[in-house]
């Protein structure tokens, strides 16, 4: 019954991982903490949109959040079950820096922090 149990968390983990913003999210989220607003501006979603991925992230514990002021900031959950299993396909993902980059060069990156 363990061995089933494991299987079907390693295939939610994955499931969850086969949306393309997801895993871009996710990517982000290996080396800087974003909030909501930071999300909206990258992948040019709506604010109800991206806080459905994020809500889905949460879900299955991939990310973690924290507050800073009135800010709620998202960042990979580095003590999940699977995070090993997540990074060794995150290798195969595209950087997302330059993105990042724009978002601090439009000042947008300053007002969540």
């Known amino acids: 019954m363990q061995q089933v149990l494991k299987m079907e968390e390693a295939a939610a983990t994955l499931k969850i991982l086969s949306d393309k913003t997801r895993l871009s999210m996710l ?7 974003c909030c909501v607003c930071e999300f909206v501006e990258i992948f040019q979603m709506s604010q109800p949109s991206i806080s459905q991925h994020v809500k889905k992230l949460k879900e299955v514990g991939l990310v ?6 009135q800010w709620i900031m998202y ?3 580095t003590e ?34």
Do not use: F, W
């Not at 079950?81 to 300053?110: A, D, N, W």
């Open 27 to 33: 990517a982000l989220l290996q080396d800087h903490d």
């Open 64 to 69: 973690k959040e924290s507050r800073k002021g």
């Open 75 to 77: 960042s990979i959950n």
């Open 80 to 113: 999940h079950p699977h995070y090993q299993l997540i990074t060794s396909i995150l290798v195969h993902v595209p950087s997302l820096e330059e993105k990042m980059k724009e978002l601090e060069q439009k000042g947008l990156r300053i007002t969540c922090c």
